[in-house]
């Protein structure tokens, strides 16, 4: 538990009661919500794309390197995605979160692997064989404790959430299921990877996504047979405990990032980028012509009120290198520094003090806080009391006051201000 916190007067008198916070793990997250974290930690828009990609590139690399298996990318990915919208990008370096958030996950899928093995794996990638270092070197003892100290803070992003999702077994399933052609079943598998460099991992269940990447695939292969089937699952959303709106938002999702980032991702440079394009726009028109389709599931726009402002933080634009925002007080720049390193903050929690307590069950802590509140609750009670005031007598006028007659003062104004006295 945290210690008390002094009295904010500075008297020596009793220390001031901790605060308490609890924070309910979120698995899924939507769109929206998305947003509302990145404009609140005010991430730069311009970069969040291109940090996403190459943090999860980084990953999939580095599990290739190690001969991790696909289950362990997937929980990585998932867990890089929250760290990210809670800390801005400016207060590390994304190789270092990707890092983080990969010993994390060989810990979840027990799939031991220490922080040398991983910064070994990923330092030897880009040098020759003859070169190669050992996971002992005394390079990599400095950035360890880095990624040690960013593995509590990833932890911390997910609420200490240790359930893990293979949407790649799922996906296997139902290709054996409805028995779609091993052509479809490859592309498939390849764009579920691509899929965990969008952020549908937080929004959708594994059901859905399995059900946009074998559609998608089905599309691509421009095969008849396989879409045939595509049509007669799309019967059995229910069954799947999906929807043809988290589909179609999934599918969007993917599109975005081959029309955008076709060189980023692993389907995207096999195919023309005008096949992309026609298939976004057949989508595009299925969401404007049904009715209850979305680009995003329960998106709600904001009223707009003139003179209306929120308490949400926007970050200041243009945001450049010399702007506060990504200048430290050691003059040190940003990129440079590690998570604890002069002017980065932690920012997490609503006070920033006190307990921070993790929970997964939701109710519980509704009803935790319910019962915390009675015993904070104050309660007044109003009474009406008339209360008789004695009036004062009057003062008597003293004789040396002379307010009027000849000799007062009123003989000496005068209303024009060249009044003079004859």
Not at 7 to 30: D, E, H, M, Q
Request: glycine share 4%; hydrophobic share 35%; aromatic share 10%.
């Amino acid at each position: 538990m945290a210690p008390a916190q002094p009295a904010s007067n500075g008297s020596n008198g009793p220390p001031a009661v901790p605060t308490s916070f609890i924070y309910v793990a979120k698995r899924f997250l939507f769109q929206q919500q998305l947003n509302n974290h990145m404009i609140a930690i005010g991430n730069n828009p311009t970069r969040e794309d291109q940090f996403r990609l190459q943090g999860v590139q980084w990953i999939n690399d580095v599990r290739k390197v190690l001969s991790l298996p696909v289950s362990t990318f997937t929980v990585a990915t998932i867990h890089y995605h929250k760290f990210r919208i809670m800390h801005k990008d400016t207060d590390y370096q994304y190789q270092d979160a990707a890092a983080a958030a990969l010993l994390t996950a060989n810990k979840i899928e027990d799939t031991l692997k220490k922080s040398r093995d991983i910064l070994c794996a990923a330092h030897n990638l880009k040098i020759p064989n003859a070169d190669h270092l050992s996971p002992d070197d005394v390079t990599f003892e400095g950035q360890s404790k880095v990624i040690i100290v960013l593995e509590r803070l990833v932890l911390e992003s997910s609420g200490f959430d240790f359930r893990s999702f293979h949407p790649h077994e799922t996906l296997m399933k139902l290709l054996k299921y409805a028995e779609f052609s091993k052509e479809v079943g490859n592309i498939a598998y390849d764009m579920m990877i691509d899929l965990h460099k969008t952020f549908a991992p937080l929004k959708q269940v594994t059901t859905t996504m399995a059900f946009a990447c074998t559609e998608l695939a089905a599309l691509v292969t421009e095969s008849a047979e396989d879409q045939r089937i595509i049509n007669n699952l799309a019967k059995d959303y229910a069954k799947w405990s999906t929807s043809r709106a988290e589909v179609v938002e999934t599918i969007l999702d993917l599109l975005d990032l081959y029309t955008h980032f076709q060189k980023s991702s692993d389907v995207g440079p096999k195919y023309n980028i005008e096949l992309f394009i026609q298939i976004r726009i057949k989508y595009n028109q299925e969401v404007e012509q049904i009715l209850g389709l979305s680009r995003y599931t329960e998106y709600h726009e904001f009223v707009k009120t003139n003179g209306f402002k929120t308490n949400v933080k926007t970050p200041k634009t243009p945001i450049t290198p010399a702007s506060p925002s990504d200048i430290r007080a050691n003059g040190a720049s940003p990129a440079t520094l590690s998570p604890r390193s002069s002017g980065s903050q932690k920012k997490f929690g609503v006070q920033g003090q006190g307990t921070i307590r993790f929970m997964q069950d939701a109710e519980q802590a509704k009803r935790e806080r319910e019962i915390v509140d009675e015993y904070h609750k104050v309660e007044y009670e109003e009474y009406e009391v008339e209360v008789e005031e004695p009036i004062q007598p009057e003062r008597a006028p003293q004789g040396h006051h002379r307010t009027g007659g000849p000799g007062g003062r009123d003989d000496r104004y005068y209303s024009s201000k060249r009044g003079r006295r004859l």
